[in-house]
């Protein structure tokens, strides 16, 4: 779930903080600058774990600050796929069932990754698994805020960085840029669609 991955970066450091341990200085600028964003094919950034190098520190002509290469490794959140994972349900859609790990919330389960043969109930918004027993179907329902167990099938990287508007693009409609304002930067998608997977509550209760 968790990895470490190595990192460079030049970090500036203002004249006001030279008092301090350069260290100290360049780890608080790292997680201001990292700590809760996603790195594009990377992952979402948790915390730093340590600095591994520091390079000579230059001022430049202008600027009284420090900038110094810096060398470190971070902890960033990047499940492998087919881990398996637990999260609770966020919500339900047409799209499938929206979950989170509490820090994380951009994990979808589409309706073909669900233990099958499975609906969307329109009327509760939620999406029930209908289990065959020898009694004939039983309604699994996947209410909101239960815990669901899931692998980890597929992640997508949407490059988020601003980009100029060129001229092509000028004549764009405002509600094109704000559904691309929307998307997620990274993305896992799940399954449920073994034994075993699914609401914790249906493979413990007896």
């Known amino acids: 779930m968790f990895v470490l991955v190595e990192m460079t970066d ?3 450091i203002p004249p006001w903080q030279f008092e301090r341990k350069l260290n100290e200085s360049i780890a608080e600028e790292l997680n201001k600058k990292l700590a809760n964003k996603v790195v594009y ?22 600027d009284g600050a420090s900038h110094t290469k810096v060398h470190f490794r971070y902890v960033v959140f990047h499940p492998f796929l087919d881990e398996i994972l637990i ?34 109930d329109e009327a509760e918004q939620v ?4 289990y065959e027993t020898e009694e004939g179907a039983h309604d699994l329902y996947m209410d909101i805020g239960e815990e669901i167990r899931f692998r980890v099938v597929d992640e997508t990287f ?7 508007p060129s001229s092509a693009e000028a004549s764009t ?10 998307e997620a930067p990274y993305t896992l998608v799940g399954s449920i669609s073994e034994p075993g997977l699914g609401l914790l509550s249906w493979w413990t209760n007896s």
């Open 10 to 12: 030049t970090v500036r």
């Open 127 to 130: 999406w029930v698994w209908e």
């Open 41 to 62: 094919n990377v992952g979402l950034c948790i915390c730093l774990y340590d600095i591994t190098k520091l390079e000579d520190s230059y001022i430049f002509p202008g």
């Open 158 to 164: 949407v490059d988020t960085s601003p980009t100029g």
């Open 173 to 182: 409609s405002s509600a094109t840029e704000e559904v691309q304002k929307k």
């Open 87 to 120: 999260g609770e349900i966020k919500s339900c859609s047409q799209d499938g069932v929206h979950v989170s790990i509490g820090f994380f919330d951009d994990i979808v389960i589409p309706p073909e990754s669900l233990q099958q043969p499975a609906k969307f």
